[in-house]
């Protein structure tokens, strides 16, 4: 396993009325991210908000190259960025205990943040295909190039992971500086991630670990 620190490139926030942040997902152009009782749109290179949808927004979002997903307590929400309405919803595998959310390979992977795991599930109905164990905390969960990735955050201790996707094995561990952790991940480009801070209210990019 290699061993690594987090480098960070770039801190966003807080933002007015986001004391805390949940999900990260990034459409190609902006970064979403969730924050209780809405879907806020950020432009990554500005800095700057551009939108949000008010929904539900309890813990992760990905998005399918489409349609936003959102996890809203024991439920995962099909939205159309759009317009903001809901299309589609199915059961969490959690049932409440979910965390983060990724696309990849035509289905949803979801965190179960004290279940220590993670779900692959069918997008259309919710059935879970596999399951993959971790012994930390789950927090974000993120595809990049072919690598599953998700943050850890147990007390004041927080780190990003790439795991075998087949067995779980934690293949690279990057730690985040002391006190700061990852409630949200999504790989933003080939070299970096966006991490959402929790109760700090900031997202964070973070040099894609080798």
Not at 1 to 8: F, R, S, T
Not at 109 to 113: L, M, S
Not at 188 to 191: F, I, M, N, P, W
């Given at each position: 396993?290699?061993?690594?620190?987090?480098?960070?490139i770039r801190e966003y926030g807080p933002?007015?009325?986001a004391d805390q942040i949940h999900g990260v997902t990034f459409d190609g152009q902006h970064v979403w991210f969730a924050t209780g009782d809405k879907l806020n749109a950020l432009d990554p290179e500005t800095g700057e908000l551009t939108g949000a949808i008010d929904i539900v927004a309890h813990a992760g979002t990905a998005?399918?190259?489409t349609h936003l997903f959102q996890i809203a307590e024991d439920r995962i929400q099909k939205i159309d960025p759009k317009?903001?309405?809901?299309?589609a919803t199915i059961p969490a595998p959690g049932h409440g205990g979910d965390s983060g959310l990724a696309w990849a390979e035509g289905t949803l992977?979801?965190?179960?943040?004290r279940g220590r795991s993670i779900h692959q599930i069918d997008p259309e109905t919710g059935a879970i295909l596999r399951r993959i164990e971790s012994d930390r905390v789950v927090t974000g969960v993120t595809w990049v190039d072919g690598e599953l990735w998700h943050g850890t955050w147990e007390g004041d201790e927080s780190d990003v992971r790439r795991i075998d996707s087949a067995t779980g094995e934690v293949m690279t561990k990057a730690k985040m500086p002391e006190g700061m952790g990852v409630s949200g991940l999504e790989a933003?480009?080939?070299?970096r991630f966006i991490?959402?801070?929790g109760s700090s209210g900031k997202l964070?990019?973070?040099r894609r670990p080798k």
């Open positions: 396993m290699k061993q690594a620190q987090v480098e960070i933002f007015p009325g998005f399918d190259g317009t903001g309405r809901v299309l992977w979801v965190g179960q943040h933003v480009g080939a070299d991490c959402g801070g964070r990019a973070i």
